[in-house]
C-alpha cells in the first residue's frame, strides 16, 4: 500500500466508510497499521461529534460497542486481532515467563502451554500470520542479514484464563527456512525444536536479551493494554555451524508477566 492509497481513504467523506475502508486495508497489510488506525480512529471520534451512536457505529463496522471503544483508545489492528471482549475490567492475570527457560519446558510441545498449565491457568494459543515480511533492525541483527530484508515470519497470540497476555514471533533467514516446514501454514508439529534437528541443525548456543518499552499501537490492540508497556524478550539460537537458526521475539503484556530468575543446567535447545 503506498501513500497514495492511505491519502485516498483519508478523504473518503463519511466517517463510517472511511473508517470501514481503513479496517479492510489494515485486515490485509501490517505495515501500515499505525497511520490506518489513527485515521479510523479519527473517523470514528468524528462519527461520534457529529451525533451517531456507539452503537451505531459498531453496527455499521460489524464489530461490538465493546470494540469500538478499544479502537477510540488505541489503533494497529492489521487484521491479527485478540477476540473482541467485555469492556469492564478483566480478572487479573500473572503468567511466569521464566529465564532462561528450562530445557524440559522449552523441548515441550509448547513452551506457553506447558508454562500456563504448570501454573493452573487456562492456556490458549492461535497462529496470526506466517510468511514472509522485513526484518527490522534488532531481527536483522540476530539473523545476521540486512534490515530491511525478507525473512519467514511466524507469529502466534496467546490467553490465559481468556486474557491477552503474549505475542511471539518466530524469524528465520531465508536460507534455513524458505521452501521447508518452517514456512507452511500452521504450528509445526510435534514440535519446532524437532523440525529443526530434521533438517540437520545442531544447537550451540543461544542468548536472550529483555527489552521494556511502551507497546505500539498493534501491540497495544491484540494485547488489549492501551497505554501500558511490554516486555520484549529476544532469544537468538546459533547452531553449531555459528550461524543464527532462530530469533524468536516474544512481546509480554508486563502487567500480567513475572519473570523468575534461575540457573538452567544440562543442554538447551534452539
Not at 487484521?79 to 487479573?92: D, I, K, L, N, Q
Amino acid at each position: 500500500m503506498d501513500a497514495r492509497t492511505l491519502h485516498d481513504i483519508a478523504r473518503i467523506s463519511d466517517p463510517l466508510d472511511r473508517a470501514r475502508a481503513a479496517s479492510s486495508a489494515m485486515a490485509t497489510l501490517q505495515g501500515q497499521s499505525v497511520e490506518l488506525s489513527r485515521i479510523r480512529r479519527g473517523a470514528i471520534i468524528e462519527a461520534r461529534e457529529s451525533g451517531l451512536r456507539q452503537d451505531d457505529i459498531a453496527r455499521h463496522l460489524g464489530v461490538t460497542p465493546g470494540r469500538i471503544s478499544q479502537m477510540k483508545k488505541a489503533g494497529g489492528d492489521s487484521g491479527h486481532r485478540a477476540p473482541t471482549g467485555p469492556v469492564e475490567p478483566r480478572p487479573r492475570v500473572l503468567v511466569e515467563r521464566a529465564l532462561p527457560t528450562p530445557p524440559t519446558v522449552r523441548g515441550s510441545t509448547s513452551l506457553y502451554l506447558t508454562e500456563a498449565e504448570q501454573q493452573g491457568l487456562k492456556p490458549e494459543r492461535r497462529m496470526l500470520f506466517v510468511g514472509k515480511e522485513p526484518a527490522n533492525e534488532h531481527v536483522a541483527a540476530a539473523l545476521r542479514v540486512e534490515a530491511g530484508a525478507p525473512v519467514i515470519a511466524r507469529r502466534k497470540m496467546f490467553w490465559a484464563n481468556d486474557v491477552p497476555v503474549r505475542i511471539a514471533t518466530s524469524y528465520f533467514r531465508l536460507d534455513v527456512g524458505e521452501n521447508t516446514r518452517l514456512d507452511a501454514e500452521g504450528f509445526v508439529l510435534p514440535t519446532l525444536q524437532a523440525a529443526l534437528e530434521e533438517m540437520g541443525h545442531r544447537f550451540g548456543h543461544a542468548t536472550e536479551t529483555l527489552t521494556v518499552r511502551p507497546a505500539t499501537p498493534y501491540e497495544a490492540d491484540l494485547l488489549d493494554i492501551a497505554g501500558e508497556w511490554v516486555v520484549q524478550v529476544l532469544r537468538v539460537s546459533v547452531s553449531t555451524d555459528d550461524v543464527p537458526i532462530h530469533a524468536l521475539e516474544t512481546i509480554c503484556a508486563a502487567t500480567r508477566h513475572v519473570f523468575p530468575i534461575g540457573q538452567v543446567s544440562g543442554s538447551d535447545q534452539f
